[in-house]
């Protein structure tokens, strides 16, 4: 099993769609989850922490379960800005048990259309 | 503005030449992090430094080296050793607050080996 694995996509949806973004991962010790945004030939930026009571930020809702070692990212209202790569993010226990290192997911590519 | 930089956005070398990469931040973050993406994959660790004068190989050290001489700069170098060494190479840093790693990326270089 991939340590952080996510469905490539593309999704291409309308504006105004609201678009699930799903995430597992492997390492049951992580504690710590974000989804990051990337445009594309730029850097990820931090989108937001995952919490495991969920949490919300405007559009944006992060959820996280970790029994099913499993993470959400639900975009309400989708605009065409919010066309991107969005990547799941993991905290990992490889390094010295250092929890200050994350795994990646390959992202998964969004494209708004008018 | 409190940030990390790069330099430079663009890079070009000849096959077997060293080159150097710069990474400076402002953030006071303790923790630096190289890593290097690939068209349509993930980032991967190259290599990583929780405090000054001390650093840890990543996933794919092999054919780079690194120093951490002051908290605010990182350098990574990309020797002739490197196989493939046409990428784009992202700089982070992180500061662990409250038990949470987000880390913050410098606008990369993208260099190309020919």
Redesign the interface.
């Known amino acids: 099993r991939k340590e952080?694995e996510q469905d490539p996509g593309p999704f291409n949806v309308p504006e105004g769609a609201t678009v699930a973004f799903n995430c597992t991962y492997s390492n049951s010790a992580s504690?710590?989850f974000?989804w990051y945004r990337q445009d594309c030939?730029?850097?990820?930026?931090?989108l937001m922490?995952v919490y495991s009571s969920g949490n919300e930020d405007g559009r944006f809702t992060a959820q996280l379960n970790r029994a099913s070692q499993y993470i959400s990212l639900l975009i309400r209202d989708s605009k065409l800005s919010d066309s991107a790569t969005y990547?799941c993010v993991v905290?990992s226990m490889n390094?010295?048990g250092?929890?200050?290192?994350?795994i990646?997911?390959?992202?998964t590519k969004l494209s708004v259309k008018p | 503005d409190g940030g990390i930089t790069q330099s430079p956005k663009y890079l070009f070398r000849k096959e077997g030449q060293n080159v150097t990469l710069s990474c400076e931040q402002n953030l006071n973050h303790d923790?630096m992090?190289w890593?290097r993406q690939d068209p349509?994959?993930?980032?991967r660790?190259i290599y990583?430094s929780?405090i000054v004068n001390d650093f840890?190989k990543?996933d794919i050290a092999e054919g780079y080296s690194v120093s951490r001489e002051k908290k605010e700069s990182f350098p990574l170098t990309v020797t002739s050793a490197q196989k493939n060494p046409t990428a784009?190479y992202?700089c982070a840093s992180?500061e662990?607050r409250g038990?949470?790693?987000?880390?913050?990326?410098?606008?990369?270089t993208?260099l190309t080996v020919t």
């Open positions: 952080v504690q710590s974000f030939r730029k850097e990820p930026k931090l922490s990547l905290s390094y010295g250092s929890q200050g290192n994350l990646f997911g390959k992202g | 923790a992090y890593y349509g994959q993930g980032l660790l990583y929780q840890q990543g784009f992202l992180s662990p038990g949470s790693y987000e880390q913050y990326f410098g606008p990369g993208r």
